[in-house]
């Protein structure tokens, strides 16, 4: 199956500065790579996904880019907010999940 | 559209024990999925359905799991006897086809405690 490795596990901004988390696969066949975000005591919930015909997504503040030569994605996330704050999830597309980067936005 | 449904939400079982989750996907959803999130961890694939046949279940410990999805609906999932290791939230979540690349909905989880 897919192996997918995700970093950093933790990562700490101040309000209104820049996040990235970056994740690698190992299976080339994989085409859809989704992001989720999960709140203490919640589901994961799915806030960005890309599929492989395209290089780069944005919703908002929000968007995620694809190396698929170099297998790697990652989740930008531009004027955070302490909203912000949650552990976010990388996947691919056998649908296993990254370990997760805690992300801290500071006020 | 109503979404993934999960039950119970908590359980609290000792070890040894037997103990099932029910999953109720959302209607016409093709495939769904069991993960397993020990705390502080990512959620790890259990097994995936496509309607009433099982496409991947590499990583259930079948020694102790069992899952079934009759009539390609509703599932569960079953751990017997459970050890203290299987303390975690056993999510179940559906996608509308199979292929990988349709978006997940996730229930709300089962918190299952093995003392």
């Known amino acids: 199956g897919e192996n997918v490795e995700q970093h950093p596990s933790t990562l700490s901004v101040q309000e209104g500065d820049s996040a990235v988390i970056k994740c690698t696969y190992s299976d080339s066949a994989s085409n859809y790579f989704p992001w989720y975000k999960q709140e203490l005591g919640k589901r994961p919930q799915l806030i960005i996904d890309?599929?492989?015909?395209?290089g780069e997504k944005k919703d908002q503040r929000i968007a995620v880019t694809l190396n698929k030569t170099a297998k790697h994605f990652s989740l930008h996330i531009t004027e955070t907010q302490p909203e912000d704050s949650a552990v976010y999830f990388c996947a691919a597309s056998d649908m296993r999940f990254g370990a997760g980067t805690r992300l801290t936005v500071k006020p | 559209e109503a979404g993934v449904a999960q039950s119970p939400r908590y359980k609290i079982i000792e070890k040894r024990q037997s103990v099932a989750f029910w999953c109720n996907p959302i209607s016409g959803h093709a495939t769904l999925y069991w993960y397993q999130q020990i705390l502080g961890q990512g959620p790890k694939l259990l097994i995936q359905?496509?309607?009433?046949?099982?496409?991947?279940d590499s990583q259930l410990p079948k020694d102790r799991f069992s899952a079934e999805r009759l009539k390609g609906v509703d599932s569960t999932l079953k751990i017997q006897p459970a050890k203290l290791e299987d303390s975690a939230v056993y999510l179940c979540?559906?996608?509308?086809?199979?292929?990988?690349?349709?978006?997940?909905?996730f229930g709300p989880g089962t918190r299952l405690t093995v003392l």
């Open positions: 979540a559906s996608s509308l086809t199979y292929g990988g690349t349709d978006t997940q909905y």
């Open positions: 359905f496509q309607n009433n046949g099982v496409v991947d």
């Open positions: 890309i599929r492989s015909n395209v």
